[in-house]
């Protein structure tokens, strides 16, 4: 068995356990590449099916092209599709200038929160790795989080032999991360053999791409020739900047990512 | 201190080639996010962008680079310079790709540690060549024996503030050999390093002339990657049961063996029997036989009615199935195991109620004293050699002999508490559960 099958496994695996014990259970999409492999591995766990709903939160902000790409697959490969939006923080002028993290969590948090709780979901899945940023590399594949949708990174439950946390109080949920042993460059090597279909952003139009995705203005493309999925393998296996490096919120401070997902943030 | 230019990192393997885990083990301070930091700059896997952020935050902090900063993210790690929680990262050597899970190694985070090795194949024990064998060092190696990993290479770390003094990694050597004999591990080779220098990490150091073995990077590329289980029996516990179309298709992963269409199954605890149709899969091709490791799913010939839970193997190497079993036991909760106290067990996919029947013996897993004999209670980061029984009969090997179906843990107040091997199966002698 090949690397690629082997977190692929371990991610059906993953899969299947969440769907097997939660029964309100929904799965995040936020159009970038992760969550399509996410997506991908649903229908290669139950078959061709993805009896999962999916959830995006759209914040407004986001990049049309990744609109359209939504509207496109969802009708395509007939998705259960959720779209939130925190309509009142909007209403209200939420926006970056008012302070990326506070944004971030008005409307990317708080929106899901909304969600969340309008839908009673018990069990949510996201597409995060632990080679992304230092917190998310110490998640656990099931992950719980308390009844303010808070994180407790320092009180975290064991996790081993593949036994998850599939119990959990009235009023908490779980996180559960079936992608959390993958890499970028993994990424990008299965879209490759499984030819998975991403948003066009990721690819180098007049020396730019994106190399991570969120809203329009925290987001900045990289500069790269990096014109398809080949070119984006070779590059990433030389780079030396980080894959958030374009993501504004995440440099906000020093320890921004930890204020944001110990709140609930993905 | 500047962080110190890396070594190779282009001439690296395709990441469709092999991959071992390994853990870096040791007492609180001894250097394990160190190390790993260190080995992951050097290897050329820390994103510039990264190295910069650390140098920020140290110049902050008025201190030199951490090199355990690159992995302990959080800011309480980094106020009190210790790691809470266990860490994953990634690189990749000419030979193959490594996840490495660094693990605290206070005390407290005992049950973070074991979250984090029971995932390796290998383990690195780090030992402070000054401070020398703590109650740690000696506690996680036994836990390592437990959990069934078996590469374990030592490794005294900070050789620099001994004068590099192979008197003293003999000493120390010597001492604890004895230790990991008692706890029959013989360990894989002593390593003698400075994290902090980078000695003996990904090149050898000119300072110990005297030590001949190979550096942290060289005894990891000589690590035998795992035992294959494909040789074994078939254990394939059943995970769930899809009807999304027309077929009936099994859902669960092969743990050890392999199966092919045609096969004749026996799921047990249930014993029904039937022979498999096809194997199937989505957007690829059916493959014509699935080992270790897959996730798979079986068209049976007849519509027998199975469960999760039930384990399908073949008829002449069935598993055990019983309702009681000799374990030993590690305890993580807060409360007490209590004898006589009902809690949750899982193994593979079964779920069942049982009670600890008997507990024969406790022991102190860092000096292996025997804290007392027909316990009525274990305590946290203590282990025991128990009796259990489930309230209905399952299925199960002992785990010296398919880890992956022997072994279980113990859910209480909605976490897992617990975690044990299967010694054997005992006896019903009629006692009521």
Known sequence: ?266 | MDAPETFHGEETVAATSETLQFVMVGHVDHGKSTLVGRLLHETGFIPDTKVQHVKQVCEDQGKGFEFAFLLDGLEEERDQGITIDVAQMFFRTKKRNYVVIDAPGHKEFLKNMISGASNADVAFLLIDAEEGIQEQTQRHAYLLALLGIKQIAVVMNKMDLVGYSEEVFNRTRDVYSKYLASINVKPYSFIPISAYHGDNVVRRSDKMPWYTGGSILETLDNFQSNDDRSKLPLRLPVQDVYKFDKRRIIAGRVESGSVSPGDELLFLPSGKSTKVKSIEKWSAESPANVGPGVSTGLQMEEQIFVERGEIACRRDSAPHVADRFAANLFWMGQKHLQKGGKYLLKLATQEVECVVESIAKVINSSTLEEISKNAHEVAKNEVAEIVIAVKKPIAFDTFDRIPETGRFVIVQDHDVRGGGIILKAVENFGGAI
Not at chain 1, 223 to 242: G, H, P, R, Y
């Open chain 1, 1 to 266: 068995m090949d690397h690629l099958d082997k977190l692929e496994n371990q991610s059906v695996f993953i899969l299947r356990e969440a769907y097997k014990k939660f029964k309100k259970l929904a799965m995040l999409w936020s159009i970038g590449k992760d969550s399509n492999v996410l997506l991908w591995l649903a229908r290669k766990a139950f078959y061709g099916y993805c009896p999962i709903p999916l959830v995006h939160i759209d914040t407004s902000y986001k990049i049309p092209e990744m609109i359209e790409f939504r509207d496109r697959y969802a009708k395509e490969w007939g998705l259960n599709l959720i779209v939130g939006q925190n309509k009142q923080a909007l209403a209200e002028g939420m926006n970056h200038t008012l302070g990326r993290v506070t944004c971030c969590t008005a409307l990317k948090t708080n929106g899901l929160h909304q969600i969340m709780e309008q839908y009673d979901f018990k069990g949510l899945i996201l597409g995060i790795r632990r080679d992304e940023e230092s917190t998310r590399a110490k998640e656990r594949y099931f992950s719980p989080r308390d009844k303010n949708f808070e994180w407790d990174f320092k009180d975290q439950p064991p996790e081993l032999w593949d036994q998850f946390k599939t119990n959990f109080d009235e009023n908490t949920h779980i996180r559960i991360h079936p992608l959390l042993h993958w890499t970028e460059v993994n990424v990008w090597e299965y879209i490759k053999r499984e030819k998975i279909p991403v948003v066009s952003l990721y690819f180098s139009k007049n020396g730019k791409r994106y190399r991570s995705l969120g809203c329009a203005p925290c987001t900045n493309a990289i500069d790269s020739k990096a014109a398809n999925v080949d070119d984006i393998i070779a590059e990433l296996k030389a780079t030396k900047t980080s894959e958030r490096a374009g993501r504004a919120q995440d440099q906000e401070d020093t320890y921004a990512m930890q204020r944001l997902r110990t709140k609930g943030y993905m």
